[in-house]
């Protein structure tokens, strides 16, 4: 693999500077799945197309309509590395958790399996982490990145109101909180105590985040938002939900230790920063 992967190609030349060590870093993609079964397996395919070296951690958070089957399936077809059952539904936030607890990887990254978000922009979020930059990446939905669906704009105003909420508590700036697509070193994640079972993951990574001192940075994403009728799940309650989320996760313990952890290189064994 060159220093610059194969879908990235076509864009605006990186930098001047020492190559990247794509090769040499594993990117844990911990996938939560719930009744997904007209996307997993076209998710699972284009995760695996991604010219990186993935470890791809599935997790079934209790899915009733043949899900579970077609995910050993696929498992046995070599597109899953590690695969987790939960025995009833328990929510995103503990399907993602268990996904952290599997992930071995250099850096782990947060992909829900409905196709909203393009697992081929995962290279350009990684880039800032083997650049030496960051220690967690957002991808943000709202910085023009590319295309977005034109809909739901209740669901829009909405998301942006928690992100500013969030912000005041957080003293971050970010433009989208609430994004699927949360990357973070994971020695960094190992870290941080995550408790939220539901959609409450979400704000609660982001104050851990904060509090640990983490260095974040928010790269410009597409996204193409399902309708109710093709299978979104969030609600309202949820959204109502996520201002406790986000009360309880940055004003009440446990909080996040200052985390002081090596350069990025240096974890490579390289003795220096990237």
């Known amino acids: 693999m060159t220093d610059w992967p194969t879908s990235l190609r076509g864009r605006p030349s990186p930098p001047p500077g020492p190559p990247l060590p794509w090769d040499r870093v594993v990117l844990s993609v911990v996938i939560p799945t719930y009744n997904e079964m007209s996307t997993a397996e076209r998710l699972l395919r284009r995760v695996r197309e991604v010219p990186l070296r993935l470890e791809v951690v599935v997790v079934d958070d209790g899915s009733t309509d043949g899900t579970r089957d077609l995910l050993e399936t696929l498992r046995d077809a070599g597109l899953i590395d590690t695969l987790v059952f939960h025995a009833r539904n328990r929510g995103k936030g503990a399907a993602v958790r268990t996904g952290f607890d599997a992930a071995t990887g250099h850096v782990v990254v947060i992909q829900d399996a409905d196709l909203e978000y393009d697992p081929f922009e995962l290279p350009r979020l990684l880039e800032p982490i083997l650049d030496g930059w960051a220690d967690a990446v957002f991808g943000s939905r709202f910085l023009g990145g590319g295309p ?64 640990a001192g ?45 985390w002081e952890g090596p350069e990025f290189g ?8 990237v």
């Open 214 to 258: 983490a260095r974040i940075y928010e790269m410009p994403i597409s996204y193409r938002g399902r309708s109710y009728a093709e299978g979104k799940k969030i609600g309202w309650k949820d959204g109502v939900a996520a201002f406790w989320h986000i009360f309880r996760s940055n004003a009440l313990p446990p909080k996040a230790p200052r």
């Open 266 to 273: 240096e974890m490579l064994g390289e003795g220096r920063p």
């Open 148 to 211: 977005q669906r034109v809909h739901m704009y209740w669901h829009y105003l909405g998301n942006r109101f928690l992100t500013f909420v969030s912000n005041v508590f957080t003293d971050l700036n970010l433009t989208d909180m609430e994004t699927c697509y949360k990357m973070v070193r994971r020695d960094l994640l190992r870290t941080l105590p995550l408790t939220r079972d539901r959609f409450g993951i979400e704000p609660e990574l982001t104050a851990r985040l904060a509090q």
